[in-house]
């Protein structure tokens, strides 16, 4: 509908502009929800932005736009009213959103996708952790934003391609391997001083004693530099099999796992830095090899390349955005943590020196979160390795709670996630809230089946009997879900489609518990019907929505 109400409003904006003579390109035409029912289902600000382009006041252009109703179709539109000094309010046929409410029965599992994308291929990259440790909660959010926001835009009719980028190369990778080694020096009764900075907690030990089990003491003779890589590639390896289990038991899955070590190995890091020295990018100062980005926007060039030969991770970095560049996505989308906030310029720098156009690469932040139970925070301290882990979290609340509190706040605030609230069953609980409307409908069908009376198909039901004000309201949040699809889409923000669902099931909610679905009157049957036909859409919707976020649709709770 806003669709429609959208290429009206442009088609009147042109008209005008020939009746007036004018010609200029119209400014964007921007079609919302008025915030308060009385103001209508849409509205539109064009008047009052384009009455400077059109000379004239944003009265006479929202006059002129009205004017438009007589001779561009717009039949679904049952009155304007003109707002203020230049808001154009559009109010709806109420036939309008019955139709619309038949379409989810025609369309069912497939409602709400849409072809916005055309296809074009998209690349998500998302958690990307180093293989140093388990994932914490910070990861597990950024798991989830980047995945829905896949779902989403594969929804949208784009098409994506999920990828984690494995950091197993650098001074990172052989702290693991030396903090592994000392442990397992040490079960082996050797006194190894463990490495400053080095990686502690229980899975160090773990991993240790695990290749003391199945290697023996075989290690414990060598020097630690030829023991070394065999400690590194066991332990990252043993590592990132728990993240991909993890991930795995959070719904999170990746078309492909791209190792930087494979940059390496190809030569890429240095076919990269050669091509840009053959652009003329590259140049030595202080012995060291610098890039200049800052002909590209950035606030200063970056180092390639130390004085000591060894690259630094943006080399890798621009090595591995140099693949996708080549593997031909039209569109890059990097998911990081909220402390790389001032790491896109430089890698939009990269992409507009290597020819592209920088909007090809998009940024979604994810910011920290904080764990509370009872209100209390819950120490999170990575001193000594004690942090608490996403598996320690899914364990306690459940993947459906924890992939729903995760998007409970844009992904660029920080959050504070309540573990005892995600335990309750009760409508305080965001999700059971949610996962409850879709049970209550499932049981208001089973109730209809016991007594006979099967969910209508579209022209079995007479939609006009629904006609009180909360069965409109909650149509038209029924049917405004491929909309929400193509808003979450457009402004990568998947945390819309939890405000969304949040929203439409207060509706329903509140509405079951002053109406009567499946009456016991017989007189009442066409009413029945129709409102176990609104339902039908309603769960529908649901069960779209919450199998785009991730989360099971229970029939029983």
Same mark, same amino acid.
């Given at each position: 509908?806003?669709?429609?109400?959208?290429q009206?409003?442009?088609?009147?904006? %042109?008209?005008?502009?020939?009746?007036?003579?004018?010609r200029?390109?119209?400014?964007?035409?921007?079609?919302?929800?008025?915030k308060?029912?009385?103001?209508?289902?849409?509205?539109?600000?064009l008047?009052?932005?384009?009455a400077?382009?059109?000379?004239?006041?944003?009265?006479?252009?929202?006059?002129?736009?009205?004017?438009?109703?007589?001779?561009?179709?717009?039949?679904?539109?049952?009155?304007?009213?003109i707002?203020?000094p230049?808001?154009?309010?559009?109010?709806?046929?109420?036939?309008?959103?019955?139709?619309?409410?038949?379409?989810?029965?025609l369309?069912?599992?497939?409602?709400?996708? !849409?072809?916005?994308?055309?296809?074009?291929?998209v690349?998500?990259?998302?958690v990307?952790? =180093?293989?140093? /440790?388990?994932?914490h909660?910070?990861?597990?959010? /950024?798991?989830?934003? /980047?995945?829905?926001?896949?779902?989403?835009?594969?929804?949208?009719?784009?098409?994506?391609?999920?990828?984690?980028?494995?950091?197993?190369?650098?001074?990172?990778? =052989?702290?693991?391997?030396?903090?592994?080694?000392a442990?397992?020096?040490?079960?082996?009764?050797?006194?190894?001083?463990?490495?400053?900075?080095?990686?502690?907690?229980?899975?160090?030990?773990?991993?240790?004693?695990?290749?003391?089990?199945?290697?023996?003491?075989?290690?414990?003779?060598?020097?630690?530099? @030829?023991?070394?890589?065999?400690?590194?590639?066991?332990?990252?390896?043993?590592?990132? &099999?728990?993240?991909?289990?993890?991930?795995?038991?959070?719904?999170?899955?990746?078309?492909?796992?791209f190792?930087?070590?494979?940059?390496?190995k190809?030569?890429?890091?240095?076919?990269?830095?050669?091509?840009?020295?053959s652009?003329?990018?590259?140049?030595?100062?202080?012995g060291?090899?610098?890039?200049?980005?800052?002909?590209?926007?950035?606030?200063?060039?970056?180092?390639?390349?130390k004085?000591?030969?060894?690259?630094?991770?943006?080399?890798?970095d621009i090595?591995?955005?140099?693949?996708?560049?080549?593997?031909?996505? @039209?569109?890059?989308?990097?998911?990081?943590?909220?402390?790389h906030?001032?790491?896109?310029?430089?890698?939009?720098?990269?992409?507009?020196?290597?020819?592209?156009?920088?909007?090809?690469?998009?940024?979604? %932040?994810?910011?920290?979160? !904080?764990?509370?139970?009872?209100?209390?925070?819950v120490?999170?301290?990575?001193?000594?390795? @004690?942090?608490?882990?996403?598996?320690?979290?899914?364990d306690?609340?459940?993947?459906?709670?924890?992939?729903?509190?995760f %998007?409970?706040?844009?992904?660029d605030?920080?959050?504070?996630?309540?573990?005892?609230?995600?335990?309750?069953?009760?409508?305080?609980?965001?999700?059971f809230?949610v996962?409850?409307?879709?049970?209550?409908?499932?049981?208001?069908?089973?109730?209809?089946e016991?007594?006979?009376?099967?969910?209508?198909?579209?022209?079995?039901?007479?939609?006009?009997?629904?006609?009180?004000?909360?069965?409109?309201?909650?149509?038209?949040?029924?049917?405004?879900?491929?909309?929400m699809?193509?808003?979450?889409?457009?402004?990568?923000?998947?945390?819309?489609?939890?405000?969304?669902?949040?929203?439409?099931?207060?509706?329903?909610?509140?509405?079951?518990?002053k109406?009567?679905?499946?009456? @016991?009157?017989?007189?009442?049957?066409? %009413?029945?019907?129709?409102?176990?036909?609104?339902?039908?859409?309603?769960?529908?919707?649901?069960?779209?929505?919450?199998?785009?976020?991730?989360?099971?649709?229970?029939? &029983?709770?």
């Amino acid at each position: 509908m806003k669709t429609r109400v959208y290429q009206f409003v442009k088609a009147a904006a %042109l008209s005008l502009q020939d009746e007036m003579g004018v010609r200029f390109e119209l400014p964007d035409i921007i079609i919302e929800h008025p915030k308060r029912r009385e103001y209508g289902d849409f509205s539109t600000n064009l008047a009052m932005v384009a009455a400077p382009l059109f000379k004239t006041s944003p009265l006479e252009i929202a006059k002129g736009i009205i004017a438009r109703k007589n001779n561009i179709p717009c039949g679904f539109i049952e009155r304007f009213e003109i707002a203020g000094p230049g808001f154009i309010n559009f109010f709806i046929e109420r036939n309008c959103w019955y139709e619309l409410l038949k379409e989810v029965y025609l369309k069912g599992a497939d409602y709400g996708k !849409s072809k916005m994308g055309r296809g074009a291929e998209v690349q998500v990259e998302f958690v990307s952790a =180093n293989p140093t /440790g388990p994932l914490h909660v910070g990861h597990g959010r /950024g798991a989830v934003v /980047g995945d829905v926001l896949a779902r989403i835009l594969s929804f949208a009719g784009y098409s994506v391609s999920k990828e984690y980028y494995i950091n197993d190369v650098g001074n990172q990778m =052989n702290l693991l391997g030396s903090s592994v080694y000392a442990r397992y020096m040490n079960v082996f009764g050797k006194d190894v001083v463990f490495p400053d900075n080095g990686y502690r907690g229980d899975y160090i030990l773990d991993i240790a004693k695990e290749i003391a089990e199945k290697e023996g003491g075989r290690f414990a003779s060598l020097p630690a530099e @030829e023991a070394l890589p065999f400690f590194i590639e066991y332990a990252s390896g043993s590592i990132l &099999k728990g993240i991909e289990l993890d991930l795995k038991d959070f719904g999170v899955t990746f078309d492909r796992w791209f190792s930087e070590k494979e940059l390496f190995k190809g030569g890429k890091v240095e076919k990269t830095i050669d091509k840009m020295r053959s652009k003329g990018l590259i140049y030595e100062k202080d012995g060291a090899l610098w890039f200049k980005t800052t002909l590209f926007g950035d606030d200063k060039d970056r180092v390639l390349k130390k004085a000591d030969g060894s690259t630094t991770y943006f080399a890798s970095d621009i090595a591995y955005h140099e693949d996708k560049l080549e593997r031909g996505f @039209e569109r890059i989308i990097d998911v990081w943590g909220a402390d790389h906030h001032g790491y896109k310029p430089r890698i939009e720098a990269f992409i507009k020196a290597h020819g592209e156009d920088g909007k090809k690469l998009d940024v979604v %932040l994810v910011q920290l979160v !904080s764990l509370l139970r009872g209100g209390e925070k819950v120490s999170m301290s990575t001193r000594a390795g @004690e942090f608490v882990t996403l598996r320690d979290v899914i364990d306690e609340v459940g993947s459906d709670a924890a992939r729903f509190f995760f %998007l409970l706040r844009k992904s660029d605030a920080q959050l504070e996630f309540d573990l005892e609230l995600a335990k309750k069953q009760t409508p305080e609980n965001p999700v059971f809230y949610v996962q409850y409307a879709y049970a209550r409908i499932c049981s208001i069908f089973s109730v209809a089946e016991q007594r006979g009376i099967a969910v209508p198909s579209f022209d079995e039901a007479d939609l006009a009997l629904l006609s009180l004000d909360e069965e409109i309201e909650l149509i038209k949040s029924i049917t405004m879900y491929p909309e929400m699809i193509e808003s979450c889409a457009a402004g990568l923000a998947p945390h819309h489609l939890v405000f969304y669902l949040q929203e439409l099931v207060s509706l329903f909610h509140s509405y079951y518990n002053k109406n009567r679905v499946v009456s @016991e009157q017989p007189e009442e049957m066409p %009413l029945t019907l129709a409102r176990l036909f609104m339902c039908g859409a309603l769960k529908t919707v649901i069960k779209n929505a919450l199998g785009v976020l991730g989360i099971t649709a229970p029939e &029983k709770m």
